[in-house]
């Protein structure tokens, strides 16, 4: 078998009405020019007053049931109070790093869209009285940079803007892009989480509070400072309002960036990435760090409610299609090595346990096994979450314990005789070499 591309920067077309970040690439075919994205939007609705919506932006954001699209889904209104909140001048970072190695959103969307991204970083930042807008991008990516750096300058010269935009380049590392690791790096220290309190919101850079968001959160918080909350709720369910980005990759016809409705099918989201192109094993929700579904469950909606009893959540949007040839304990094998490689190492969970469990799933995969393999597995992949200053650990459990829920036959039979016979073939979900980054800094 040969291993699925990764998914291209490419987006697929939507569903009527679920076009909404992407709805100026579909009418033109080409990235939004600022020109393009002021005939569109006019110019961001800084002032309640100025706002097609009568409501202040941050009561608009509550009604309209915005979450975070960085992989937690917590409220964006709640976190937008919490800054405003705080003592001294706030910040607000863009959070692209999108350092998810399965996950193409965001770059996506900052491709095609920026102008919106950045109208909804400044917005929030005119919500919690910041002065400057941070954006936050890994440093192998060249090409997003210039781009972004042409985009601000025509910003400046356009005078758009009241706040300062300024953009960073950090060590492109796994756990880099955690909130705490980018304020961080903006005082002046390595790209690595924090953990400690107090938290971003009260006092994050420069000890100032911070607002940490999403770049798609933030082009959402813009449509609803443009459009209104009702207009939002027209598309998602009504606990789970609003569309969502999805990178669908593995076993479809045509991977890529798909925008859909909160509450989409699993089934429906593959559909339109083509449809799977052989019998699906299962697929991958959330990446890395998330969980496993056995394909039986893929008319569950995309939706917290729905995925919640099963474990999983939309988390950043993330599925990944395994066929059945594939030998899933390989391919989680592969991507804890990885997570492993790619933790801090400042807590124990990160220095110890983590280290281990990938050891235990590659002796695993590889059908080195010993009678205490299985409930060592079981009993580490228990202890490591809530465990560390961040939740890497804890997304690494999530899969190697999805992995062992989900495929109990897989794992017996590498218990029992060995590796399956697709382990002896090409891997099959691109995996980044397992090597810790060079430099936090
Ligand atoms: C290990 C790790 C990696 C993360 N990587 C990203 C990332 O690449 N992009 C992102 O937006 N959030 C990432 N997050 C989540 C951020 O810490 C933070 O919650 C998010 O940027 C907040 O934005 P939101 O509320 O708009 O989702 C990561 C979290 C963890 C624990
Ligand atoms: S849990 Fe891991 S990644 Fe998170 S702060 Fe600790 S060592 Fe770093």
Not at 10 to 39: F, K, M, S, V
Not at 147 to 160: F, G, I, K, P
Request: glycine fraction near 10%.
């Amino acid at each position: 078998m040969t291993p699925s591309a990764t998914a291209p920067l490419t987006p697929l077309l939507p569903a009527p009405g679920e076009a909404r970040l992407l709805a100026d690439w579909y009418a033109t075919g080409r990235p939004a020019t600022l020109n393009d994205h002021l005939t569109r939007y006019g110019r961001p609705p800084v002032t309640a007053a100025g706002s097609r919506t009568s409501m202040p932006l941050v009561e608009a954001v509550e009604a309209a049931g915005l979450t975070g699209r960085g992989g937690a889904g917590f409220p964006t209104a709640r976190k937008l109070r919490a800054v405003a909140k705080g003592r001294g001048r706030a910040v607000v970072v863009v959070n692209a790093m999108e350092s998810e190695p399965a996950s193409r959103k965001d770059q996506l969307l900052l491709a095609v869209a920026p102008h919106l991204v950045l109208d909804g970083a400044v917005l929030a930042a005119a919500a919690v009285g910041a002065a400057t807008v941070h954006v936050c991008l890994p440093r192998d990516r060249d090409a997003q940079y210039r781009q972004l750096s042409a985009v601000s300058d025509e910003r400046r010269r356009a005078r758009l803007d009241r706040v300062r935009l300024r953009l960073h380049t950090l060590p492109h590392a796994y756990v880099s892009s955690e909130s705490t690791s980018l304020v961080r790096w903006l005082g002046g220290g390595p790209a690595r989480p924090q953990g400690s309190p107090p938290r971003t919101h009260e006092r994050g850079v420069g000890r100032r509070p911070t607002l940490v968001g999403n770049a798609e959160t933030l082009a959402h918080l813009a449509l609803i400072a443009h459009y209104g909350p009702d207009w939002y709720r027209q598309a998602g369910t009504p606990d789970e309002p609003g569309t969502t980005l999805v990178t669908v990759s593995g076993a479809v016809a045509t991977p890529g960036v798909l925008e859909v409705a909160l509450g989409t099918p699993l089934t429906t989201i593959l559909s339109r990435a083509g449809g799977p192109t052989a019998p699906l094993r299962a697929v991958l929700l959330g990446g890395f760090a998330g969980t496993w579904l056995p394909s039986a469950h893929l008319d569950t909606p995309l939706a917290r409610h729905d995925l919640a009893p099963l474990g999983a959540a939309p988390g950043a949007g993330v599925l990944i299609a395994l066929p059945r040839a594939a030998c899933a304990v390989r391919e989680t094998a592969r991507m804890l090595a990885y997570l492993a490689a790619h933790s801090a190492r400042q807590c124990g969970p990160c220095r110890l346990g983590l280290p281990a469990v990938a050891e235990d799933f590659a002796a695993l995969a590889a059908g080195r096994t010993d009678p205490g393999l299985l409930p060592r597995l079981r009993r580490r992949t228990g202890l490591l979450p809530d465990r560390g200053a961040c939740r890497h650990p804890d997304g690494a459990a999530r899969l190697a314990a999805s992995a062992l829920h989900a495929f109990p036959d897989d794992v017996d039979h590498h218990l029992t005789h060995g590796p399956c016979p697709a382990a002896h073939q090409s891997p099959f979900i691109p995996v980044p070499t397992a090597t810790p980054p060079e430099t936090w800094r």
